[in-house]
């Protein structure tokens, strides 16, 4: 699963789990708890303690956070990685145009030579971790009031970066609060920013089943690509893209295993989960629910909608906006099947009940007593909740949704005036042409409809200053409104330098639409933020409670996009009373392909159909069920930003790359449920197949040590 994306307006605004039952956890390495391990071993873990972190050849060593949202795994001495396809989604699409469409058709770099390079992306290698909690309450962190202390971290997290940075400049250093901020880890990573596209799938079968199966099982899609990590020639450390790198010689590197698994194999999951909110309270899941996935959910459909009309019209369009779709629907169906999940499973009520023995246990200890208050907690969600609703209809509706509102947002950043008063700098900015990622007609027509959609959903008093002009001078038209923006400002010129001057920046209508609009973000993030302090201190507390009353049950924190680990067993799962299996056949591939009104999704070229109709499958067929494995279930407990993450054997060896979760368990972000929650994986024998016979990628094969 993908890590959901930011919603950090880029470059302008300064926007800003539970304890162990059965198999639930994310675990950080270097400090996993005994009792973890020891249930690993009896699922049938081979590897000793130390294999896991510390170890020479520690298995974590050859894990990557990939570029920020996904997760990878090195498995070649040259460096090379396997992530998702949906990882690697924007770097080939980038690469697309109608006349190479390495998207539709696949890729496949026949020497490093022809190995694609990527602007803006990285591979991080985690180098080591510890717990600086006890550190930082000497230096007083607990005694400063909760709003106060990200300023202190930053200086301690400045101080120990300067450190390690003077022993080794490869290195950077990172402080993030585990257990709500109860404690903080410091973190140090290695980045390699030269990253090579090198293989890839056509798209049919790398998002086989398209949004329709996403989220979804059974599943058939073989969603995986394939990078190289470069590195400078002399030290074969990291270094910035260059002509001359070479390929990165890692010490370690996972070996891929063709031999398959079977039901109740033990399976393990080492990746970067991005998010999840198992603490949270019930106030907060209600917020959650209400306020953010559902706002979400609808405006998104409303976009999405109007998206795919003009993609279906044009390849081209189709071509520019694959991904942003893709990215979009991601979390508009995962808003829906979480919100679906809380109130089936009843989540909320659940979380009241513990709520009520975290009470009694309060009551009789006299632990946090005056501090964790639950009608405190109810008082501020309740106060947050409208500029809460307010603020996910405004991101939804103007961060990003266009071409236009990015630009109107990112321009405002150019009018301060930098340099000193007596000499102030010309404030310029310069759009570069990026007309290969948007499409006018498509642009405008979201930009109407996001806006008429805004206003049927907030309050009137969060409506920008644009809405009395859109009534006044537009008679309420909002495409009239749209199409005079783009006709009269500056801002969708591309390439030229935009100069402002304090006195006429307002002139133009598009950067008086940008201040109209980021006027009411300012507000509502202002009153967010009043709120949120105290919201966080509470919710800090009741981790805390948790954490103490069932003190002798090993916990983790929830995730925060660093490196976990999490076990299991490969595992069938029941849907609806109906047995869903944990394994899908070539079979089942080639009778979704092309089928009914989801040709779109399933469709596959003849030579994959071929392919995928073998008869004989030779060495890729699992010796048990003497089928054509594609994708497989472990009860892994992953997220979003697990995707890409490599999935273990008990011997440390690659079965599958994790790549989705189940619609049935959506709600594992809040809560996880062991009956119903479950990774879903593609085969490495499926991964390698498509690799061999019809990439015939042998030069990868061999330097994988796949013997041909
Ligand atoms: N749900 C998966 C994730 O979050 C896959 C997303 C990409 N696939 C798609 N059909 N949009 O990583």
Redesign the pocket.
């Known amino acids: 699963?993908?890590?959901?994306s930011s919603i950090l307006l880029a470059g302008l605004l300064a926007l800003s789990a539970g304890s162990a039952k059965a198999d639930e956890g994310m675990w950080t390495l270097y400090n996993l708890p005994q009792a973890v391990y020891e249930q690993m071993k009896t699922y049938g873990f081979n590897l000793p303690y130390d294999a896991l972190y510390s170890g020479d050849d520690a298995i974590m060593k050859s894990v990557v956070n990939f570029s920020g949202f996904?997760s990878g795994v090195v498995v070649s001495p040259d460096g090379l990685v396997f992530t998702?396809h949906?990882?690697g989604?924007e770097a080939i699409r980038s690469h697309s145009t109608v006349e190479h469409d390495y998207m539709l058709n696949g890729f496949y770099a026949k020497s490093y030579e022809e190995e694609l390079p990527n602007e803006n992306m990285f591979v991080s290698f985690m180098v080591e971790q510890k717990d600086i909690t006890d550190e930082l309450t000497k230096k007083g962190l607990y005694n400063l009031p909760i709003n106060k202390q990200s300023e202190f971290l930053d200086s301690i997290e400045n101080v120990m970066s300067k450190e390690v940075k003077a022993a080794d400049p490869t290195l950077r250093l990172e402080i993030k609060p585990y257990f709500e901020g109860n404690k903080f880890y410091a973190t140090t990573y290695r980045d390699f920013t030269d990253l090579r596209l090198v293989f890839t799938v056509p798209k049919s079968m790398g998002?086989f089943?398209?949004?329709t199966?996403?989220?979804m099982w059974p599943r058939q899609?073989c969603?995986y690509s394939v990078f190289r990590i470069y590195a400078d020639p002399k030290t074969n450390g990291p270094a910035a893209y260059s002509k001359d790198n070479v390929p990165y010689r890692p010490k370690h590197w996972t070996k891929v295993s063709l031999d398959g698994y079977k039901d109740g194999d033990f399976a393990m999951t080492i990746g970067y989960p991005g998010t999840t909110n198992r603490y949270l309270s019930s106030y907060g899941i209600k917020e959650r629910r209400d306020a953010e996935n559902a706002p979400r959910a609808q405006v998104r459909g409303v976009k999405q909608q109007i998206m795919i009309r003009h993609m279906r019209a044009d390849e081209a369009v189709r071509i520019k906006y694959d991904s942003k779709?893709?990215?979009s629907?991601?979390?508009w169906?995962?808003s829906i099947g979480m919100n679906k999940c809380i109130d089936s499973i009843g989540i909320i009520r659940q979380k009241q009940e513990f709520e009520q023995r975290i009470k009694a246990y309060q009551d009789t200890t006299g632990y946090l007593k005056g501090k964790l208050d639950f009608d405190k907690m109810k008082d501020l969600y309740a106060k947050r909740f409208d500029v809460q609703y307010v603020f996910t209809n405004w991101i939804e509706a103007f961060n990003r949704t266009s071409e236009f509102n990015t630009r109107a947002l990112q321009v405002l950043g150019g009018m301060e005036v930098k340099g000193p008063k007596d000499k102030p700098a010309k404030q310029y900015v310069q759009f570069e042409d990026n007309s290969n990622a948007w499409d006018e007609a498509l642009d405008k027509d979201v930009m109407a409809a996001l806006l008429k959609n805004y206003r049927e959903h907030v309050d009137a008093k969060y409506l920008p200053a644009c809405y009395a002009k859109i009534d006044k001078d537009f008679g309420g038209d909002y495409k009239k409104f749209v199409d005079y923006l783009y006709a009269k400002s500056i801002l969708m010129k591309s390439g030229e330098k935009i100069f402002f001057n304090k006195k006429n920046y307002k002139n133009d209508p598009g950067v008086q639409y940008g201040l109209d609009i980021k006027a009411i973000y300012d507000e509502v993030i202002e009153k967010i933020r009043a709120l949120a302090p105290e919201i966080k201190q509470q919710e800090r507390y009741l981790c805390d409670a948790k954490v103490r009353m069932e003190e002798d049950l090993p916990h983790y924190s929830d995730a925060n996009f660093t490196m976990r680990l999490s076990y299991g067993q490969v595992k069938d799962l029941v849907v609806g009373g109906k047995p869903a299996g944990y394994y899908t056949t070539s079979e089942s591939i080639v009778e979704k392909m092309n089928t009914g009104d989801k040709v779109v999704d399933y469709y596959a070229e003849p030579e994959l159909r071929d392919l995928m109709s073998a008869k004989d499958f030779g060495r890729y067929t699992d010796k048990e069920s003497g089928k054509m494995q594609l994708c497989f279930l472990t009860n892994n407990d992953i997220t979003?930003g697990?995707?890409g993450s490599p999935m273990f054997d008990g011997n440390g060896n690659l079965i599958g790359l994790a790549?989705?979760?189940n619609w049935d368990s959506l709600s594992s972000d809040i809560r996880f449920d062991p009956v119903l929650a479950r990774c879903i994986g593609v085969d490495m024998r499926y991964v390698i197949y498509l690799m061999d016979k019809w990439g015939h990628a042998d030069r990868l094969l061999k330097e994988m040590g796949i013997d041909k």
């Open positions: 699963m993908r890590k959901k996904c998702n949906h990882c989604f998002k089943g398209g949004e199966d996403n989220w899609t969603d779709y893709a990215q629907s991601n979390y169906k995962n979003g697990n995707s790549f989705d979760g």
